[in-house]
């Protein structure tokens, strides 16, 4: 019995921990955000800047993993029906796809302009002059390890790119479009509500870092599920058809 049992947790656990890493590797990228609030006193812009920083990384890298994907979109026709074009400017690199690059390109277009809109205004507000505190430069540098993370379990590992089509990758990068959704309907909404209705009865104001907090933990556990999820094997489907 004692053995059949050790057996059972050998077999068992590598294999949900494997399951659950991206969880877990998402849960400690936000931990960060909730260390940044109260060890370092972070602000609203200071958080804004690295979530908007992450969206940017993550187009940054699915956009361009996207080029290599070889398989054709489905319900798309034209360029789509035959054999895709190879382009291989770099030896060292796999060939990226001319119907890929159209078919990237204005949708990396939109999503660019949309973060530096978005951006712009709080890197203003934030102050560059000053420089970039440490600690948010090691947050940045968190995410950027997690995303390249996911991208290598996904779409390099194993070459696993040769069996995707751009819209795979297209839908890892529009992921956050799905976390900002659940964030606003399910965190933010009823969040301000609460938080109003006791400021309200209790006539008081509530510390604006308990506050954060109060935000930033139920957000920190939707963006982390979020971003353990493969939407091409999961209940996440975002469409590009």
Do not use: C
């Not at 200071?46 to 187009?59: F, G, K, P, S």
């Not at 712009?120 to 430069?137: C, D, I, M, Q």
């Amino acid at each position: 019995m004692r053995e059949s049992s050790r057996e059972w947790i050998l077999e068992t656990v590598p294999g949900v921990l494997r399951e659950s890493r991206d969880f877990v590797s998402g849960l400690v990228v936000n931990l960060a955000l909730i260390v940044g609030v109260i060890v370092f006193g972070w602000s609203l812009v200071e958080i804004a800047l690295i979530y908007l920083i992450e969206i940017a990384i993550i187009n940054l890298l699915f956009f361009s993993v996207a080029l290599f994907t070889p398989q054709p979109v489905d319900g798309l026709d034209g360029d789509w029906a035959g054999e895709p074009t190879p382009l291989h400017p770099v030896a060292l690199i796999p060939p990226i796809y001319w119907r890929n690059i159209k078919y990237v390109g204005g949708k990396a277009l939109v999503a660019g302009i949309l973060i530096l809109a978005v951006t712009r205004p709080v890197v203003s507000s934030y102050g560059l002059h000053s420089g970039v505190p440490l600690s948010v430069g090691v947050a940045v540098a968190g995410v950027v390890f997690f995303q390249l993370a996911r991208v290598w379990r996904y779409f390099i590992a194993n070459q696993s790119y040769r069996n995707k089509s751009p819209a795979d990758a297209m839908e890892f990068a529009f992921a956050p479009v799905v976390e900002l959704y659940l964030m606003l309907i399910y965190v933010i909404a009823p969040v301000t509500v609460v938080l109003a209705g006791v400021t309200f009865a209790m006539d008081t104001n509530l510390n604006s870092r308990a506050v954060w907090l109060v935000y930033l933990v139920p957000m920190g556990v939707i963006r982390a599920w979020i971003g353990s999820l493969d939407p091409q094997t999961d209940d996440l489907e975002i469409s590009f058809s």
